[in-house]
């Protein structure tokens, strides 16, 4: 199906009436307008012989709606990659995906040595200035049976994976997503996280095209600004992370700015029902906690109406047809209120993973159900309490951040003799970065000297920890294992010392 179907409903409409299908920072720009430059690069593409895996760099402009409909209409599938991709990442991605064409800024395709991933290919001018790298080859997109969607995770495992997911999933998610949040046809949608991601894209692209109105889009974060356009163009629902609302609630100040806003669903990280209820009447919308992941889009949501202690205290009832399940190390169900391992199965499920461009389907346990890596608690009533992570991550603004990869980066250092990464609290960003650090001169290891040497191995800014400690040791077992939780103990400690405004770093500060 690719992405045939959406892009059909909306070339009728199209044809019956134009419209303003998107807003973004450059102004308005209609159905008719989408389409014209969408059959533009569709010809780059390939033509009649299809556009197959397009890796598409998706910004927060028309631009990433023009190539969705570009690929919908050649039948290829849509990978989604953010601009701050390093290098290193984009190869990764190319190895993974093994693509039939690139569409990029020409800045991106030089800094990602695109061109050298398609000696043989060609290249077209398009979209307004930027480019479309095809390799030549014949497309077969047969390969992702059945995907329509390559969008890549921030993952736990220090390389992003590319999670693919069918069109059928993309209308579940959203369909039921609508319904939840008493979304009509015609209502504008904001789209203020990163389009780069499966879920943002998801609930951001392809969820305004299915509902026939405006998507909103924001270039830059800068939540004042993002306020004032939202209510402007009197948005009805977005998505975001706890990070976005608590900045959204600080720069309303109480006006209650979006209170023609039907929603706002806030997932992806730690979060507090208190600070929450704070931000949600001072924008004077109502917020709605749910637990989703990438591998699975149609999760978890209250809806509006629930009373505040089940929005915001809790993380949701599954989509129908969705079942979320917590289950003890040997892998058997736990009663309920007790926390568990998360497994998930449901229309939304994922097809697999990209590697070595084809699909390798997920691990499931015998009766389908996919180990999410999460903790949750599953109450009486169905509604779902996430706990934590079962792995070693860091969730810093809705992103997980693999702590083993900054460890290894960091152990690289001439300096270093041992390194422990940890998170410590933020009332913003939910986490931070810190790491622990034992030099070998037993002297002092500042931050920058850290951040110095990850920007040389080229491990992504997103990545780099925000307080070092250096400490005489680490905290151990009794068998000399590294003791995390006393590591982590430590760190907060240390953090805690600090003058304030040295513990919030000024990005994160009010």
Known sequence: MRHATVVREFRQRAGESDFVAVIDDSGEHTARQLLARADELAGGLGGERGAGTVVVQADNTWRTVAATLAVGTGGGVLAVVNRHTTRGEFAAVVEDLQPDAVVAEPSAMREWDVPASFPAGEAHAVLDGWECRTSGATPDVSRWSGGALIGLTSGSTGRAKGVVQSEEALRYACGHSIDINGLRPGDAVGAIVPLSSAAAYCFGV??????????????????????????????????????????????????????GMRSITVGGGPMEAAVLARAERSLGTRILRV??????????????????????GRDGIPFPGTEVRAVDEAGEPVPP?????????????????????????????????????????????????????????????????????????????????????????????????????????????????????LQELGLSKTKWPEFVFAVDSLPQTTVGKLDRRCARDLAHELHSRLPKDDATPAEGRA
Request: one cysteine or more; charged letters at 20%.
């Open 291 to 312: 637990f989703g992941m990438s591998e699975c889009l149609g999760h978890t949501s209250p809806r509006p109406e629930d009373p505040e202690g089940t929005r915001l």
């Open 337 to 453: 209120g007790v926390a568990g391992r998360a497994q998930v199965r449901g229309p939304s499920l994922f097809l697999g993973y990209a590697r070595g461009g084809k699909l390798d389907p997920p691990a499931l346990t015998a009766d389908g159900f996919f180990p999410t890596g999460d903790l949750v608690r599953v109450d009486d009533d169905g509604a779902i309490s996430v706990m934590g992570r079962e792995k070693d991550v860091i969730i810093r603004g809705g992103r997980n951040i693999d702590i083993t990869e900054i460890e290894r980066a960091l152990a690289t250092h001439l300096r270093v003799a041992a390194v422990c990464v940890v998170a410590v609290p933020d009332a913003i960003l939910g986490e931070r970065v810190a790491a622990l650090v034992v030099t070998t001169d037993g002297g002092h290891f500042e931050l920058e000297e850290a951040t110095r040497h």
């Open 206 to 259: 392809y969820l305004s095209l299915m509902l026939g109105g405006r998507l909103v889009l924001c270039g830059k974060w800068e939540p004042a600004a993002v306020l004032a356009r939202m209510a402007e163009t009197h948005v009805r629902w977005t998505m975001c992370v706890p990070t976005m609302a608590l900045q959204l609630g600080a720069a309303a100040a109480g006006s209650r700015a979006l209170a």
